[in-house]
Structures are given as structure tokens and as C-alpha cells.
């Protein structure tokens, strides 16, 4: 997974626990701490104190060990999401796990026994991200936009906006 999948998938997570998203300085500490970058690094690319980063990475540790119901820190964080998530996390073409998620195989020949602890958070968040959708398309058909400006304007698949009309 990029991180830009992992971002969403965090965020998908701590919004269904506390109904709010994160914040760009959150996601930055996120993609940093699994980057191996300090909070003084973090900052400068945020425009903000390493102090004023460092606090908010705090609170968003504690937050995402709220979320995922382990205790998160920067030395943990990469390793609670693999197993939260069953994520194949890479960073410049670098695999660093091989797991499954959900049922397709990201390229373990073995995947772990233990998938279904994590499947039921995972169709949880899966669930969550289809309604979201449906109810996505379905303000933007309001609006009067074309199955194919909303695939578009939403990045799925015409055909899966397709077939939310025919599911109404």
C-alpha cells in the first residue's frame, strides 16, 4: 500500500471512532514517523515549531492508540498498522510487509493465520467507505453531474458508479 492508502486508511479509522479526519500536520507526522524523520524535520516542512509538531504528535498517538485499542508510539507505529490493518506498506517501490488485505493477496505466498481479528474491522471500514460513496454519488447526481464526471470526480470506476443506480 502507498501511503497515500495507508493515510486514508488511518484516517478512515480515527474518523470512525472520534467523526473527525486528519488534519495535514496529523497525516505529515504519520508518513514522517514511518519515514524515520524527526518532529524538527516534520516541522519545517509544515511551517511550525518542532515543539508545536511534537505535541501534536503526541495527541495523535494517543488518539490512534484509542483507535486501534494498543498502545501506539513513533518507535510502533509501523508495525500496529501492518497488524490494524493487514497493509503491504512501501515506500519507493520497497515492500516492508506482505500480507493480505481483506481477501487479495498483496504478494504473500503465506499469508498470516490471524486475518480474521483484523476482517471484521476491515469490512467495517470497507462497509464505511462504500456508504460513503453511495452517498457521495448520490449529492453529486443532485447536483446534475453524469455518472462519468462523478467517477471521475470521485475516482472509482464508471462502472461502479453505474451500478449504485441500478442498486437504488
Known sequence: MD???LLQFVDEAVYLKTSKHLNDLQRGIIEGTL???KYSEIAEVYGCTAGHAKDVGYELLQMLSDVFDESVD???????????GNLNISFGGKTINNNI???IN???EHPYESRDKNQSATSK???YSNNQSKLKIDKLRQFGLSDAQIAEALDLPLEMV???DVDE
Open 74 to 84: 513513533k518507535g510502533n507505529l509501523k508495525s500496529v498498522l501492518e497488524r490494524q
Open 162 to 164: 453505474k451500478q449504485e
Open 35 to 37: 519515514k524515520r524523520q
Open 101 to 103: 488485505v481483506g481477501c
Open 125 to 127: 471500514f470497507q462497509q
Open 3 to 5: 501511503i497515500h492508502g
Open 106 to 108: 498483496v504478494g504473500s
